[in-house]
Each structure stands twice: as C-alpha cells, then as structure tokens.
C-alpha cells in the first residue's frame, strides 16, 4: 500500500540547515508530483514546494532561496532542505503525494516535528 | 498570494447535528479549461496528518463518509457535514491548489458537545 514516512534531525540550531528525507513505498515517484507542507503555530499549514513526476521542482517564494527539493528514484526518497534556519521555523514536515494538481494531496506521512533552537 | 478565509474558527455542536464550515478566496479558483475548482478540503485530527476529504471543490475522496459534502463555486465553498458524529472531531481547512502558492485556510476547530 501507499506509505510515507519523514525522517529529520529533531533540533536544529537557529542559522544551521534541515534536512529531512521523506521514504516512500507502494508507487513510484515518476508518476506523482510529491509536494512539501509544514504546520507551525505562527502561520498553520504552508506549503513549501513540490517536485514533479518528471523531477522538477517550484517552491513558494516565502522560502526564497533557502529551500532546494530533490530525490533519488533508485532509492524512492524526496529530500528537503532549508538553510538559515530561524526559531519561527519550528514545526511538523510533511512530505505528501498528489497526483498532478488536479486531485488535492491525497497521501501525507506522519509528519516530522522539527525545533529550531540554540 | 491567494488568501483563504475559514469561517467560523471553531464550533460546537451535538452528536447528529448538520455543520456547515465556510471557505472563501481571495480570487476565483475556477479554472477554464477544465470548467473545474481547484479546492480541497483536509480534516485532521489530533495528533495526525491532515487527511483529504473533498477535492476539486465536490469530489468526494476514495473511501470518505457521504455525509462529508462539498460545494461551491468561484470564490465561495462550504464544507456540509452532515449527522455529525464523534469521531468528526477534528480540524478543517480548505485549500486552494489553482495556483502556486498553494496556500490553506486558518483552520475551523469542530468539538461535539
């Protein structure tokens, strides 16, 4: 069946970068778009960007340049990272699939929850 | 950016009651090409992922109670539950996915008394 799980670090120090690697199984990621969401207290759900099933990316530009979205097919795993992390990034990472745009975001992981502190 | 407005923020009510949650954006999500509203509607409960009930602003998600109803169209969606029971205590947010940024409402808490 369709799964995702989100891996990070758990605390991060405020400047530093987050990664986190979302590990899908039960479909490929050449057929989905897999899009980035996070829930924090300040702003609830934003999203943050997505990969395409041909493997390019758009991001939200509140993120600037800070994020970057990639994957490995081989090892059915979508990355992401941010660097210049700040306290107000603090939050649960989603990793979730969507089929094109046109379907809503069907599948989430469980969520990651990240604490941006020194 | 499209704003996504939630109304109301929270509500109450008892076992078997009807709920209605409204959404409204800050433009038109209606796309032209495939005459189409690009709105999804999550619920998420506590402690868990946001799951999706309702997409394209009426099509009920794969395995979705029928008494989760969506409807609307342009810049005004309603979210009708109706026969509300205990487990629907949750929150709810519309989303519109027209165009990047993809952006959520704020959230409408439902309790059931």
């Known amino acids: 069946q369709v799964q995702l799980k989100e891996t990070g670090p758990g605390l991060v120090q405020p400047t530093q970068t987050l990664s986190i690697t979302c590990t899908v199984s039960?479909?490929?990621?050449?057929?989905?778009?897999m899009q980035w969401v996070r829930q924090t207290p300040g702003k609830g759900l934003e999203w943050m960007g997505f990969?395409?099933?041909?493997?390019?990316?758009e991001y939200n530009s509140e993120f600037k340049s800070r994020l970057s979205i990639s994957r490995d097919t081989s090892k059915n795993q979508v990355f992401l990272k941010m660097n210049s992390l700040k306290t107000e990034d603090t939050g649960v990472y989603y990793c979730?699939?969507?089929?094109?745009?046109?379907?809503?975001?069907?599948?989430w992981g469980q969520g990651t929850l990240v604490t941006v502190s020194s | 950016d499209i704003v996504m407005t939630q109304s109301p923020s929270s509500l109450a009510v008892s076992a078997g009651e009807t709920v209605t949650i409204n959404c409204k954006s800050s433009?038109?999500?209606?796309?032209?090409?495939?005459?189409?509203?690009?709105l999804a509607w999550y619920q998420q409960k506590p402690g868990q992922s946001p799951k999706l009930l309702i997409y394209?602003?009426?099509t009920r998600e794969s395995g979705v109670p029928d008494r989760f109803i969506g409807s609307g169209s342009g810049t005004d969606f309603t979210l009708t539950i109706s026969s509300v029971q205990a487990e629907d205590l949750a929150n709810y947010y519309c989303?519109?996915?027209?165009?990047?940024?993809?952006?959520f409402g704020s959230g409408t808490k439902l309790e059931i008394k």
């Open positions: 989303q519109q996915y027209y165009d990047t940024p993809f952006t």
């Open positions: 039960g479909f490929s990621l050449t057929s989905y778009y």
């Open positions: 433009q038109s999500l209606f796309g032209s090409v495939r005459q189409k509203n690009y």
């Open positions: 979730a699939r969507s089929l094109h745009l046109t379907t809503g975001f069907a599948y």
């Open positions: 394209l602003a009426s």
């Open positions: 990969i395409r099933s041909g493997g390019s990316t």
